[in-house]
């Protein structure tokens, strides 16, 4: 099982929303930079960053802090937020990141997205932000009329190598993943899977690893630190 902190950057600082909620949003940094330097050092094998602000606004916010974390942090970084264009995924990509992650581009274009996983693989993982049992988009702040199950199922046909499962109502919350969601989703794809929302202890990890998730993204917990990263990296190593 893989654990990836989670670097999520809005208006240059480091935060960590509840919920998804751009009003409730806590700063843990004023430099993205800095803290995956700070994770890289404490053993982190990739990094989860996302542009909360680009996911709001459409388009890539976080142009300068992306470079100089891809140029100081040598392991790999996976990036959201915002990337709806073949050309930014395609950017993305020659500045060196190792994944990029779709969402609404991803529910709203699904011939546009076969092409895009069609040429670059397993760079691409989509991420279905799911709040009452229906994806989210732009920044989660719209409900599709999309469910989880049936998105799954036309990933899956269609070569996606990843996804990412958020459940939104635990984001940010330290409260635990909602594993019967995740039991599920798991034995309804062979996809890698990789789950985010909720995560607070080694025991809640544990569970995650017995259900067989393929790599778990941590924020809060590690930024209130109720998960020391070095601690838990030895524990599933």
Not at 65 to 81: A, W
Not at 176 to 183: A, F, L, R, S, T
Request: proline share 2%; glycine share 10%; charged share 25%.
């Amino acid at each position: 099982m893989q654990i990836i902190p989670a670097i999520d950057i809005k208006d240059g600082n480091c935060v960590r929303l509840f919920q998804g909620d751009y009003t409730k949003e806590t700063i843990y940094a004023d430099s993205p930079v800095a803290m995956a330097l700070k994770w890289k050092k404490q053993g982190a094998k990739m990094l989860h960053v996302i542009d909360l602000s680009g996911a709001k606004k459409g388009r890539s916010m976080i142009g300068n802090d992306l470079k100089q974390i891809i140029k100081k942090v040598t392991i790999p970084i996976q990036v959201g937020g915002g990337i709806r264009t073949p050309d930014s995924i395609n950017q993305l990509i020659k500045s060196g990141v190792a994944k990029v992650i779709l969402s609404t581009y991803a529910i709203e274009n699904m011939i546009l997205l076969k092409k895009i996983v069609d040429l670059y693989g397993d760079k691409i993982a989509v991420s279905l932000d799911v709040l009452d049992g229906k994806l989210m988009k732009n920044g989660w702040l719209e409900q599709s009329d999309i469910t989880l199950t049936s998105t799954i199922k036309k990933l899956g046909k269609m070569g996606v190598e990843t996804i990412i499962y958020t459940d939104i109502t635990r984001d940010g919350t330290l409260t635990g993943p909602n594993y019967k969601i995740i039991e599920k989703v798991k034995k309804c794809t062979k996809m890698r899977l990789i789950i985010a929302g909720g995560v607070s202890s080694i025991e809640q990890i544990n569970k995650l690893k017995i259900i067989g998730v393929d790599g778990v993204i941590i924020g809060k917990a590690l930024y209130e630190e109720k998960i020391i990263l070095k601690e838990v990296l030895k524990y599933v190593s």
